[in-house]
């Protein structure tokens, strides 16, 4: 028994250690500078201690609540960088916690401040429709057919029930950064919602908002998670950089709580699916290659891809319509045919660009900021193609052959059966 119990105490001493080592490794890696992995490290180290505390008495316990409280107070300096809003939440939790016997009511347990937290943040998912619907994504012909195919299904529940046809609709978007995934979401969204049949709720959060709280609390926020998703259907649950709540437990080196949420998100999972109910689960990433194979499974994949002629013309369309009249010989399509593999926010990039350079020359040829209105709304200055050209000749879109060479790798092994594991992560 003595010996079962030194080996307990002794796994949790060497999980303390490697957890400190990834924070400190994590600070060197990121130049000395605070990040939510940092603090994720160190919040399962601070609760280690706290485990190892609870196990001894005396002079070891005095010690362990000591490297606990080093521990915090690392979480709370590395929180005061990067997000001072949830250092105060973190600085009162741990006051709070020592004043828990006050009040008339009694002494508030940890499970009351739990359940407090986690209602709290449930009534934040909730969200209006978004103000953009399908009428106002510009191309993505075929994918905006499919999802409008669901907004009228869902109408069907008698004919869905009658087939058997599971209530749970189950799409995974995968696409490079800004090629539109969360925009064509929002207006599913906005159509479902707005349906006067039916009382869609909209449930959307991100990704690293869960794993970016302390260790151990993400679990009961993916759990809640379900549980809300079950307790309001009919409803859409939206989930951006699904890959850090979902993460492919394949992974070498793969931290253990990191694989403890995956679990608890596959188990959340099964729980609305067989539950019944009309719930349409979307998940969005730029890296399907970290997310685990069994959610994968579970989902049809929908590959997002960067905005297509159409798309970009409209894109400019709506930088530039209401703002400067073009000069002859410069339209939209022409921007278009210059964009090719631009994303959204290149296009958002070298439109700030431009209207700069429009701001000088304006206030160049008016006399006041009222004059220079008149005169873009008049048409009286127009945007040049020869200064369209020149921005273009001197932008650098961002580079996407890495991150669109891994999704390609990954479609192909998804395609074979096989799972494309990054070991680098």
């Given at each position: ?51 190892m505390a609870d196990m001894t ?285 631009y994303n959204y926010r290149d296009i958002d990039r ?76």
């Amino acid at each position: 028994m003595e010996r079962n119990y030194i080996l307990a105490v002794q796994k949790r001493e060497n999980l303390y250690r490697a957890y400190i080592n990834k924070a400190q490794m994590t600070l060197q890696e990121n130049g000395g500078k605070h990040t939510a992995e940092e603090c994720q490290y160190l919040q399962r180290a601070a609760e280690l201690q706290s485990e190892m505390a609870d196990m001894t008495i005396g002079e070891d316990r005095k010690h362990h609540l000591r490297e606990k409280e080093v521990t915090s107070a690392k979480i709370l300096t590395a929180l005061r960088e990067i997000d001072p809003a949830k250092a105060l939440e973190y600085e009162k939790g741990k006051t709070g916690a020592a004043k828990s016997g006050d009040g008339a009511g009694g002494p508030k347990t940890a499970v009351d401040s739990d359940k407090e937290k986690l209602d709290a943040m449930a009534k934040g998912w909730y969200k209006e429709a978004p103000n953009h619907s399908f009428k106002d994504v510009s191309g993505m012909a075929e994918l905006k057919s499919k999802l409008a195919d669901c907004v009228t299904n869902s109408n069907c529940e008698k004919l869905l029930d009658f087939l058997k046809i599971p209530r749970l609709n189950t799409y995974f978007f995968v696409g490079p950064p800004g090629c539109g995934k969360t925009y064509i979401i929002e207006a599913f969204a906005n159509e479902l919602v707005n349906m006067k049949e039916k009382d869609y709720k909209f449930l959307s959060l991100v990704g690293s908002d869960i794993i970016s709280r302390y260790v151990g609390d993400a679990e009961k926020i993916v759990t809640r998670l379900f549980e809300e998703a079950e307790n309001c259907a009919p409803c859409i649950v939206f989930i951006d950089e699904i890959d850090g709540v979902c993460r492919n437990r394949s992974q070498k080196s793969m931290p253990e709580y990191a694989a403890s949420i995956t679990t608890s998100f596959l188990t959340g999972y099964n729980r609305i699916k067989n539950s019944g109910k009309a719930i349409i689960f979307i998940g969005a990433t730029n890296y399907p290659q970290r997310v685990d194979s069994a959610m994968l499974d579970r989902a049809e994949v929908i590959r997002v891809p960067l905005p297509d002629t159409e798309a970009r013309a409209n894109a400019f369309r709506m930088q530039f319509d209401s703002v400067v009249t073009l000069e002859e010989g410069l339209d939209y399509d022409y921007m278009a045919s210059l964009t090719k593999d631009y994303n959204y926010r290149d296009i958002d990039r070298v439109t700030s660009i431009i209207k700069k350079d429009i701001f000088t020359q304006v206030m160049e040829a008016a006399t006041t900021q009222e004059d220079a209105i008149v005169l873009l709304q008049s048409g009286g200055f127009k945007l040049k193609k020869a200064d369209f050209d020149k921005a273009m000749a001197e932008f650098k879109p961002s580079s996407k052959k890495d991150i669109m060479d891994a999704i390609d790798k990954w479609e192909r092994n998804l395609s074979n059966d096989s799972y494309l594991i990054d070991d680098d992560e």
